[in-house]
């Protein structure tokens, strides 16, 4: 069946730290893949997206992305983590192309991040 | 760039009560609209989406419908709500042709 899953619910890190947010997905081609993040009281806003090309994405606010077709995954990836950055992070799919769910955008679970000062 | 408008932001309902919630899109036109619900815990789940006036797809079997009586406008609607509607709900909007998806600032409902 198609899906994507962030395996991780909750991730806690400290501020300056690395951070790395899992996106696995199953689906019979590569679809479009991108990912949002949720701010308290806001909406969601889109940090980055992979359609094609260079499999190192680069989106807002120091955020990287890099997909592997052999894992099927688009992590995303911070050097260094701010507090401003603590906020609820999903990733995203949409079909390439054929079938009932063309275009339409499905988002994983989501991963809660809590920065420590 | 679209911009969404979603009202009410807030909403506080009692069991067996309707629910009304309206979305309208300014920025595009003939656009693919989506009603998502984000209850406590969980993630995202998309709950409806239109692609034309008057069509409507629906994911999940539940308790709400929606509408979308002109182009730019999408109603999520429900005769009686029920606890298990409480959640927070989102708006969002893409142009036919594109993939970027622009989200409403959402509306949290309470049922008590």
């Known amino acids: 069946a198609q899906s994507v899953t962030q395996p991780d619910i909750h991730i806690t890190v400290s501020e300056g730290a690395s951070l790395e947010l899992r996106c696995n997905y199953s689906?019979?081609?590569?679809?479009?893949l991108f990912w949002y993040v949720q701010s308290p009281g806001q909406g969601l806003q889109l940090l980055l997206k992979y359609f094609s090309g260079d499999t190192l994405v680069q989106g807002i606010k120091g955020f990287e992305a890099e997909f592997k077709r052999s894992q099927s995954s688009f992590n995303l990836r911070k050097p260094s983590v701010h507090w401003s950055d603590a906020a609820e992070y999903f990733c995203?799919?949409?079909?390439?192309?054929?079938?009932?769910?063309?275009?339409?955008?499905?988002f994983g679970q989501g991963t809660i991040l809590t920065v420590h000062p | 760039s679209q911009t969404i408008h979603q009202w009410p932001a807030t909403l506080v309902q009692p069991v067996g009560s309707p629910l009304s919630l309206e979305c309208t899109v300014e920025?595009?036109?003939?656009?693919?609209l989506y009603w998502y619900r984000q209850a406590a815990g969980r993630g995202l789940q998309l709950l409806f989406y239109s692609v034309g006036i008057g069509q409507i797809s629906s994911e999940v079997p539940q308790n709400l419908s929606a509408s979308r009586p002109q182009d730019r406008q999408f109603i999520l609607s429900s005769k009686k709500l029920l606890l298990s509607d409480s959640g927070f709900y989102l708006c969002?909007?893409?142009?036919?042709?594109?993939?970027?998806?622009?989200f409403g600032s959402g509306t949290q409902l309470s049922v008590l």
């Open positions: 969002a909007s893409r142009a036919a042709a594109r993939e970027k998806l622009f």
């Open positions: 920025g595009t036109s003939n656009p693919n």
């Open positions: 689906y019979g081609a590569t679809p479009y």
């Open positions: 995203a799919v949409v079909p390439r192309a054929g079938g009932t769910s063309y275009g339409k955008l499905t």
